[in-house]
């Protein structure tokens, strides 16, 4: 067996960032009671901030409240963790409230179209960032942006060089509490943004699943009808579409898997490309990033706990999809596997082309290569990972993507091969 070094292990916070969370824990050892955010709190000082008062359509109050009961009672969050949790909230409300506000002052926000998107779907880590990356690049296409997804008011080319400054130096804090996580997906104020960005608003996303260990959120969270985020990922869309539109927006989200019939509801024209890797394979490295993003916020991650939430959410997700993608008719669902991907990103651009009819321009293939190009100047290394550091044996975790596996004939080997559980991956292709 490989016995590198994986990514994980070399994960370690900074001094600076060690020292402030061991503050934090002298604090919580200590009889000074821990007071718990409260939803109708955070509710009342994003009010107050942006002197504004209406949310819009849709009640968030319970997921709000759920999300934070469980992050105070399970997260185990670090001082970093609890100051970015309400961080992130408080944008995230006065968000929702600037935009309702835009709404008002823009009535054609509403009145813009969405006409056949692509979703790429498909295992995490299965090549779909580098495919929406790639075809963000075409000038026919539309893709949401980290800096306009984080602050998508107002709605026009105001303000637009701070707004991406702003989103700059999240991206650089990001990369200065985690510096490893650069090796294992890229982060940048201009690169397309993945679609729980546009459903987060509703509190209904997988997103806070990713970033903090939330069990009961989870399990909440799984059990609810997700229609209400997918019509703010569409009242995102137009919000975002009203300042710069295209022909197609090309959209991302492996957990689109989980509610086909409702994303269907919202986009009834969508168009798919589901993207195969070798599941476990898939798995180790999705764990490996979930635990270097969770270790920022908590001082107590189990990458074995990790890894087995992971197999049992994507193998149930992968069951449901499977059962319900077969609604589509063949000429919306392109299939694509990793390997073709990895081995030839343009190559695997022209077959979602052909395969949909379209035009694939010798300026958009233009600025796909020096995307390509571009990526591979900025490379910061490779993300290693090893199935065995997460508890697993080969032989167990493969039995859960059996059909899955059988269907598209893919091996239920961790990496495919047979041969070794030691994996480096390139970061453009995730």
């Not at 201009?190 to 806070?208: A, I, K, R, W, Y």
Request: glycine fraction near 4%.
């Amino acid at each position: 067996m490989n016995t590198s070094t994986t990514t994980l292990d070399k994960t370690r916070a900074l001094l600076p960032v060690r020292l402030l969370n061991g503050c934090g824990a002298l604090l919580e050892r200590s009889r000074i009671p821990r007071l718990p955010l409260l939803a109708v709190d955070l509710i009342d000082t994003a009010k107050r901030r942006c002197d504004l008062e209406n949310f819009g359509e849709g009640d968030f109050f319970e997921a709000l409240s759920r999300l934070l009961e469980s992050c105070h009672h399970e997260a185990r969050l670090n001082l970093i963790g609890k100051i970015a949790l309400r961080s992130d909230l408080l944008r995230t409300l006065c968000s929702r409230l600037f935009m309702e506000r835009d709404r008002q002052l823009y009535p054609a926000i509403a009145r813009q179209e969405i006409r056949k998107p692509l979703f790429i779907v498909g295992l995490p880590r299965s090549g779909t960032t580098l495919l929406h990356t790639l075809l963000a690049a075409d000038p026919e296409h539309r893709a949401p942006l980290t800096w306009e997804v984080m602050t998508p008011s107002p709605p026009t080319c105001d303000d637009v060089k701070r707004r991406i400054q702003r989103a700059t130096q999240s991206c650089n804090c990001l990369n200065w509490l985690a510096p490893t996580f650069r090796h294992v997906h890229a982060v940048g104020a201009e690169l397309p943004q993945e679609c729980v960005g546009l459903m987060t608003p509703t509190f209904l996303s997988d997103q806070f699943d990713t970033m903090y260990y939330v069990p009961s959120y989870r399990a909440w969270f799984l059990r609810q009808d997700l229609l209400p985020a997918y019509e703010y990922h569409r009242r995102f869309l137009q919000h975002l579409q009203f300042r710069r539109s295209a022909r197609r927006w090309v959209l991302k989200a492996p957990a689109h898997m989980f509610a086909l019939p409702t994303l269907l509801s919202v986009y009834p024209d969508a168009l798919f490309v589901q993207t195969h890797r070798a599941p476990l394979e898939a798995m180790a490295s999705v764990s490996s990033l979930i635990t270097i993003l969770r270790r920022v916020f908590s001082d107590a991650v189990d990458p074995a706990v990790v890894c087995r939430e992971a197999i049992q959410y994507w193998s149930e997700t992968l069951d449901r999809f499977l059962q319900q993608r077969d609604r589509l008719t063949a000429d919306r669902i392109c299939d694509l596997h990793h390997i073709e991907i990895r081995r030839d990103p343009l190559a695997a651009i022209r077959c979602i082309y052909e395969y949909f009819g379209w035009l694939l321009s010798r300026e958009a293939e233009q600025r796909m290569r020096a995307v390509l190009g571009n990526q591979m100047r900025q490379q910061h290394g490779f993300h290693r990972y090893n199935l065995s550091q997460f508890g697993l044996r080969e032989a167990e975790g493969a039995v859960p993507f059996a059909a899955y596996c059988n269907r598209f004939g893919l091996s239920s080997n961790a990496l495919g091969v047979g041969k070794t559980n030691d994996c480096a991956e390139e970061l453009l292709c995730k």
